[in-house]
């Protein structure tokens, strides 16, 4: 038997309650209609795999940051050449 509790897993969701503003959920609501979507839960659930994704796009790019600035003077110019190197040799597709 499924409890409720149970975490998404081969298409099982967790069936939760939530309170929200009259205007989120008139927001949602709103969003349901114009995207012809089944359920409000289902654009719950769509905005939040955006924002999951774009937080484990910012945390790439904050590693990415982190990376390049702890990097010396000399790495730094080392990979500045490495990429200028490239960009002679592989040239963008159609330029």
């Given at each position: 038997m499924m409890t409720h509790t149970t975490r998404?897993?081969?298409?099982?969701?967790?069936?939760?309650s939530f309170t929200l503003s009259p205007e989120s959920v008139e927001f949602l609501e709103a969003?349901?209609?114009?995207?012809?979507?089944?359920?409000v839960s289902s654009v719950l659930e769509d905005i939040l795999q955006t924002v999951r994704r774009?937080?484990?796009?910012?945390a790439v790019e904050r590693a990415v940051a982190d990376y390049y600035a702890s990097l010396s003077h000399?790495?730094?110019?080392?990979?500045?050449n490495w990429g200028e190197f490239a960009l002679r040799e592989f040239p963008k597709e159609g330029a």
């Open positions: 998404n897993h081969l298409g099982r969701r967790a069936k939760k969003m349901r209609k114009k995207r012809h979507a089944v359920s774009e937080q484990g796009r910012a000399e790495e730094s110019e080392e990979q500045t």
